[in-house]
């Protein structure tokens, strides 16, 4: 795991004496000295259940409980390619006690192509989390055994495509794929991870565009992995060949990688109207990511630890306007997509 810009943090422990002790003895434990007035922090996941986010947050949050000894409290609120979720957040007081788990590209497209009431300037910007490339994923009684025997499937007989969500990486995968092999897929919104990983188990689309990580590595013998849009092959399905290694460099993307990156986010206003709360959760945030109980679960969660990636708030930041001018370069794909199909 690569950590980056983590502040002032020396008066954290490095290990967890154990996830069973209470929020306000574990922030003793830890240090942390001040405590928030509030009961607890509200954890909003703008998809449903089961789903590579709402993992994620799961996963994360008993460790960051500990250090900053209040409880998190896990809300859902899929819909919208995470709009509803993202609204939820918008419409948050910034006081500290809302953060939520989101996703780039999704988010940065809610706001550009969505008409979302909201922009990159309403959220503060705690870190990154992880990075989960893009993948093709396909039911294990198909013809077809890679990406590059999908696309001449899918010349001769069409294919139906289930992606995570109307605006985001896979959908611009599926759309790519497309556009360069002129096929005619017929692409599905399941509006989640856990949906389009349940569509191809049971066998219901043609293949399903995900990530390892959320796809869950644990169905490794469950389903043909037809290739990552990336050049180099990933970690968590290391039999899995890259776009490149199959011959597919002319699809775009493939050099840099397309792929989610995971990023905790809080209501805009909090770093500058109540610095030192933003930067207790800030600091609080990247010392439960090398938390041992946290390390301990993420690695038996489908091998998670291998692709965490911390950046703090200053460098997230950035990365956001950086993928909000990726998203417009590709504005016509998504619309198109969006508006006339």
Same mark, same amino acid.
């Given at each position: 795991?690569?950590?980056?810009?983590?502040?002032?943090?020396?008066?954290?422990?490095?290990?967890?004496?154990?996830?069973?002790? $209470?929020?306000?003895?574990?922030?003793?434990?830890?240090?942390?000295?001040?405590?928030?007035?509030?009961?607890?922090?509200?954890?909003?996941?703008? &998809?449903?259940?089961?789903?590579?986010? @709402?993992? =994620?947050?799961?996963?994360?949050?008993?460790?960051?409980?500990?250090?900053?000894?209040?409880?998190?409290?896990? #809300?859902? +609120?899929?819909?919208?390619?995470?709009?509803?979720?993202?609204?939820?957040? %918008?419409?948050?007081?910034?006081?500290?006690?809302?953060?939520?788990?989101?996703?780039?590209?999704?988010?940065? =497209?809610? &706001?550009?192509?969505?008409?979302?009431?909201?922009?990159?300037?309403?959220?503060?910007?705690?870190?990154?989390?992880?990075?989960?490339?893009?993948?093709?994923?396909?039911?294990?009684?198909?013809? +077809?055994?890679?990406?590059?025997?999908?696309?001449?499937?899918?010349?001769?007989?069409?294919?139906?495509?289930?992606?995570?969500?109307?605006?985001? !990486?896979?959908?611009?995968?599926?759309?790519?794929?497309?556009?360069? %092999?002129?096929?005619?897929?017929?692409?599905?919104?399941?509006?989640?991870?856990?949906?389009?990983?349940?569509?191809?188990?049971?066998?219901?689309?043609?293949?399903?565009? !995900?990530?390892?990580?959320?796809?869950?590595?644990?169905?490794?013998?469950?389903?043909?992995?037809?290739?990552?849009? $990336?050049?180099?092959?990933?970690?968590? &399905?290391?039999?899995?060949?890259?776009?490149?290694? /199959?011959?597919?460099?002319?699809?775009?993307?493939?050099?840099?990688?397309?792929?989610? &990156?995971? /990023?905790?986010?809080?209501?805009?206003?909090?770093?500058?109207?109540?610095?030192?709360?933003?930067?207790?959760? =800030?600091? $609080?945030?990247? *010392? =439960? /990511?090398?938390?041992? *109980?946290?390390?301990?679960? *993420? #690695?038996?969660?489908?091998?998670?630890?291998?692709?965490?990636? %911390?950046?703090?708030?200053?460098? $997230?930041?950035? #990365?956001?306007?950086?993928?909000?001018?990726?998203? #417009?370069?590709?504005? @016509?794909?998504?619309?198109?997509?969006? +508006?006339?199909?």
């Amino acid at each position: 795991m690569a950590l980056t810009d983590l502040g002032r943090r020396e008066f954290l422990a490095a290990g967890v004496t154990g996830l069973s002790v $209470t929020a306000a003895y574990g922030a003793e434990a830890f240090g942390v000295t001040e405590r928030f007035d509030e009961a607890r922090v509200t954890a909003v996941v703008p &998809w449903a259940q089961g789903g590579g986010t @709402d993992r =994620a947050m799961r996963i994360t949050t008993p460790a960051w409980s500990d250090r900053l000894g209040i409880e998190f409290v896990v #809300e859902n +609120y899929p819909g919208g390619s995470t709009q509803v979720g993202g609204e939820e957040l %918008y419409n948050a007081d910034p006081d500290g006690t809302t953060v939520a788990m989101w996703n780039m590209p999704q988010m940065q =497209a809610t &706001w550009l192509f969505q008409n979302a009431p909201y922009g990159m300037e309403s959220f503060d910007y705690l870190g990154t989390h992880h990075w989960d490339p893009t993948m093709w994923f396909a039911p294990p009684d198909r013809p +077809y055994d890679d990406l590059e025997e999908f696309v001449e499937y899918a010349r001769e007989d069409g294919a139906t495509v289930g992606i995570t969500s109307a605006i985001g !990486n896979t959908a611009l995968s599926a759309l790519l794929v497309e556009d360069t %092999y002129d096929l005619e897929l017929t692409v599905v919104n399941m509006e989640g991870g856990a949906e389009v990983r349940q569509a191809v188990l049971a066998g219901d689309v043609d293949a399903g565009v !995900n990530q390892p990580w959320a796809f869950n590595p644990d169905h490794v013998d469950d389903v043909l992995a037809l290739g990552s849009h $990336t050049a180099e092959p990933q970690v968590l &399905w290391p039999d899995t060949p890259s776009f490149a290694d /199959l011959g597919l460099e002319e699809v775009p993307l493939v050099e840099e990688g397309l792929g989610q &990156w995971k /990023l905790m986010v809080v209501p805009g206003g909090l770093r500058e109207n109540h610095p030192e709360q933003f930067e207790r959760l =800030a600091e $609080t945030y990247a *010392a =439960a /990511l090398e938390d041992e *109980a946290f390390l301990a679960e *993420a #690695e038996n969660q489908g091998g998670l630890d291998e692709i965490l990636e %911390y950046h703090g708030p200053d460098e $997230t930041e950035a #990365e956001v306007e950086e993928t909000s001018q990726f998203m #417009e370069t590709y504005a @016509d794909v998504v619309e198109n997509f969006i +508006y006339d199909r």
